[in-house]
């Protein structure tokens, strides 16, 4: 049969064969490139020269960025240059070690890592009776529920805070009514907590929900076939199912939480700086040192990165059974 | 290709050289007038000074230039801004007293030409001939205040007098008081309170200063330049630190709101009226100035947004019962233990790390 076809025709079949390789290589490129020519442009640029920055103490807008000194690159070949850089990089980085700005950096940490746990303990049980218990046709419905929030603004969910937890607010409106007294939580730790929390919690719930919705519940049956109890059950066979869900969603809020601007800014009382504040006050606050706010802002990045990094590795983690 | 070439090559490949050595952080460059640009001036101004939409389209009528206003709330973001070279549609800025010189000193400001000004000579003589910028070589004033409180009369029944009176009766303002989200006004009416300047560069009496304000912190519901105005209206708050710009159209509005000036002495302020170098549309810039400085319109915006003029042909225009009001214009000896705040250049750091740690303790 084959000899019959014209040979024309099999030089073709050829052609295009030997073309396939050259597409295949190009191919990844052409499908990254969009979003590849945004990253480089508008985050990984920048933040090299947020780093550069770092490296020259005391700058503000309008000197010279010369990190060590160092006007032209032909000096870096100079080893004695890469000393002076280290000196210029240990002067705006060993700023942050003063205890004042690293109280700041804690408080921020204990707000995300506070808001993380709260945000878990609230979203767990949520995602599940979402994941499993709700019927299936109302699942969608009830979801979108959670996301709503969602599409409005988050300055204005935070800002509507404000209105629920003021003296004169909501919330103490209707615990007078009961005659019970005045709760005052506005401009307190708490209120950054609430804000934050509830700005997060729907993400949390989301992804929790994506991890719930694959358990297998026939391993939780035969856990307790096999006499485990209710306790036992949750911790052998459903969470080192949902391991993986609970680490990147807890891992997510932590990362957001931790650069918040606005919560901490606008529920926040006398004492709530965080990091973020702090990096805004060095950059358009009095001072305007932009050496000091991008070590800070670089110090922030990194430990966000190490964040990540823990998550891709918890989360390519096999999932114990 | 040797390896000096190769290095440069990789790091140009890195995408660091786009950003290179030497180069200078925040570039103001002049924009070539075009005819659109001439028929429209943008300002950067305070919040409340764009809030008169009846100034804005007179002038608009006047002169067929149309006019855009963006808001900044402290002086510092709009330095900020400014100096990292985000300011070049701007024609028009009012920066504070103290920030002129800042800004001059910076090379940022043109000079104002007088002779294409009309009324200058109608302003009081002080605002003629400013100590932060003699002869008025490079702003021109627009408005000027005090630093003071805002209280709510009704709760509040002895007026808060002085500096002092928020340590004293911090137990009964507990939560219910706020500051001026502002280091240097902060800082300087607690310097003030304990007999030092406002602006004070001497780190013993910053440091007792800060002792202060930490002991009135836990009593605090935080430091606000803008956001305290909604939450004295509902009640939530007692007393507010701020600008009497701000307080005296809300007293107005509110008759239970009052404005007092702390009689030890506050900052004196004056928002001016400057041409940045770059600015766009020079000749918009001077017949905003110019029509500014028309008394009519000077006196109108004093009646209406209970701005302080610092035009005299304007004073005299007003009725008797503003010119008289002692918070728009306070009487001389209450003014003469007033300062203006003034730049202290390298005592900045001091201030800032003493208030981080007021703000983080």
Redesign the interface.
């Known amino acids: 049969m084959s000899t019959q076809y014209p040979l024309p025709q099999t030089v073709e079949v050829e052609k295009i064969q030997r073309a396939k390789p050259k597409i295949k290589w190009l191919e990844p490129f052409l499908l990254l490139a969009p979003a590849g020519v945004w990253l480089?442009l508008l985050l990984?640029?920048p933040t090299?020269?947020i780093f550069?920055?770092s490296l020259v103490p005391g700058?503000?807008?309008?000197?010279?960025?010369?990190?060590g000194g160092?006007?032209?690159?032909?000096?870096?070949?100079d080893f004695q240059n890469w000393h002076k850089i280290w000196k210029a990089l240990v002067t705006n980085y060993n700023r942050i070690l003063d205890p004042?700005?690293l109280?700041?950096i804690r408080?921020s940490f204990s707000f995300a890592l506070g808001t993380t746990a709260i945000c878990l303990i609230l979203a767990f049980p949520v995602a599940y009776w979402i994941a499993q218990l709700v019927p299936q046709r109302w699942r969608n419905f009830v979801l979108i529920a959670f996301v709503l929030p969602l599409w409005t603004s988050s300055l204005l969910r935070s800002y509507a805070w404000i209105t629920i937890l003021?003296?004169?607010?909501l919330l103490n409106t209707i615990l007078n009514s009961f005659g019970l007294p005045t709760l005052?939580i506005?401009?307190q730790n708490a209120a950054v907590y609430i804000g934050m929390t509830y700005s997060a919690l729907p993400y949390m719930v989301l992804i929790l929900y994506a991890s719930l919705e694959k358990l297998d519940k026939r391993q939780l049956e035969a856990a307790a076939d096999l006499g485990a109890n209710p306790v036992q059950v949750f911790y052998k066979a459903t969470l080192p199912q949902v391991i993986t869900g609970v680490a990147a969603s807890s891992f997510l809020v932590f990362i957001t939480t931790l650069g918040d601007f606005v919560n901490p800014e606008?529920l926040?009382?006398?004492?709530s700086?965080t990091g973020a504040r702090?990096i805004y006050?060095q950059?358009?606050?009095?001072?305007?040192?932009?050496g000091f706010g991008s070590a800070l802002s670089m110090t922030l990045i990194m430990i966000v990165s190490i964040a990540i990094a823990l998550l891709i590795k918890f989360g390519e983690a096999a999932p114990k059974r | 290709m040797n390896r000096?070439n190769l290095?440069?090559a990789l790091?140009s490949l890195?995408?660091?050289?786009?950003?290179?050595?030497?180069?200078?952080?925040?570039n103001v460059r002049a924009n070539a007038t075009t005819s659109e640009q001439r028929d429209q001036l943008y300002l950067y101004t305070w919040t409340q000074y764009a809030d008169d939409k009846e100034l804005l389209k007179t002038f608009t009528a006047q002169t067929g230039i149309k006019l855009f206003a963006d808001l900044y709330e402290?002086n510092?973001?709009m330095?900020?801004?400014i100096?990292?070279?985000g300011g070049g549609a701007y024609s028009v800025i009012y920066p504070s007293d103290y920030v002129v010189q800042k800004m001059v000193e910076?090379g940022l400001l043109n000079e104002i030409k007088h002779n294409l000004l009309v009324g200058v000579d109608n302003l009081f003589p002080q605002f003629q001939n400013p100590p932060y910028d003699p002869n008025n070589r490079y702003s021109i004033p627009f408005t000027w205040g005090t630093t003071g409180f805002i209280y709510n009369s009704e709760i509040i029944t002895t007026p808060p007098d002085d500096w002092e009176y928020l340590w004293k009766n911090r137990e009964k303002l507990n939560?219910?008081m706020t500051l001026l989200n502002d280091?240097?006004e902060v800082f300087g009416g607690t310097l003030k309170m304990l007999g030092y300047s406002y602006n004070s560069k001497n780190e013993s009496e910053i440091k007792q200063a800060y002792e202060k304000l930490k002991e009135l912190?836990?009593s605090?519901?935080?430091?606000d330049t803008d956001?305290w105005r909604n939450?004295i209206l509902?009640?939530?708050l007692l007393l507010a630190m701020c600008y009497s710009s701000d307080a005296i159209k809300l007293t107005k509005e509110n008759p239970k709101l009052q404005y007092a000036i702390p009689k030890s002495g506050t900052s004196l302020w004056t928002d001016t009226l400057a041409i940045l170098k770059s600015a766009p549309n020079p000749t918009g810039a001077y017949a905003w100035i110019n029509y500014l400085l028309q008394p009519e319109v000077s006196a109108q915006l004093t009646k209406r947004q209970s701005l302080a003029t610092p035009n005299r042909a304007a004073f005299e225009q007003l009725p008797k019962h503003i010119q008289t009001k002692p918070t728009l214009f306070p009487k001389e000896e209450v003014l003469a233990k007033c300062e203006r705040l003034s730049p202290i250049g390298e005592a900045?750091?001091m201030?800032?790390?003493y208030?981080?740690?007021l703000?983080?303790?």
């Open positions: 480089i990984v640029l090299l020269i550069q920055l700058i503000r807008p309008g000197d010279i960025v010369n990190p160092i006007t032209d690159y032909n000096q870096f070949l004042i700005y109280q700041v408080r003021r003296p004169t607010g005052n506005l401009n606008l926040g009382g006398a004492s700086m702090l006050n950059f358009l606050g009095a001072t305007q040192n932009w | 000096r290095i440069r790091l890195s995408g660091l050289s786009l950003a290179g050595c030497g180069w200078k952080l925040g402290s510092d973001m330095q900020a801004k100096q990292a070279g910076k939560q219910k280091t240097r912190k836990s605090l519901a935080g430091f956001a939450k509902a009640g939530d900045e750091e201030y800032e790390r208030w981080t740690q703000t983080s303790a």
